[in-house]
């Protein structure tokens, strides 16, 4: 079960839009990993998605803190970077698969550093550089029946 997402990403205020377009396909219970080289737009396209469900406070990535939460009326937001982790058992000793629950979202920057501790994604967010230009391209593939469901709204989504 699979289901694909793609879109070329000529500028930031592109990246911006499609996070908030993720925003509205979002629903409780989902891991999203986001794949991409450092400034590929992680962290942009988490600030779309935050701006569109009302957060209005500064976004950053968490590589120091590891984790910031974000509390919504439908559920909480919880934004890893596990960049800085030297070891994937920081995972477990750090306690966060408790976070992963029917009534948060997971956004996890960097998720291979987890080693195979983390939990399986729903949805896996690829970001990529085009070549000789400022763009990127990215492609959003659902894993599981939730995370077909979420690419199924969002391909539903308003352009």
């Keep these: 079960m699979s289901a694909v997402f793609r879109l070329g990403l000529p500028d930031e205020a592109a990246t911006l839009e499609l996070g908030a377009r993720l925003a509205g396909a979002l629903a409780p219970g989902l891991a999203i990993w986001l794949r991409g080289d450092l400034g590929a737009g992680k962290t942009t396209l988490t600030r779309g998605l935050l701006r569109e469900l009302g957060f209005t406070g500064r976004v950053k990535s ?88 979420c690419i199924a709204r969002l391909n539903a989504s308003p352009v």
Excluded: M, Q
């Design 62 to 149: 968490p590589t120091y803190t590891l984790v910031e939460l974000y509390s919504f009326p439908r559920f909480n937001l919880y934004h890893f970077d596990l960049y800085r982790f030297a070891d994937p058992d920081e995972w477990e000793d750090a306690g966060f698969r408790e976070y992963f629950n029917p009534g948060s979202v997971c956004l996890v920057e960097w998720p291979d550093k987890g080693g195979g501790l983390l939990p399986a994604p729903d949805v896996v967010v690829g970001l990529d550089f085009c070549e000789g230009t400022d763009g990127r391209s990215v492609r959003i593939e659902g894993y599981t029946e939730a995370g077909t469901a």
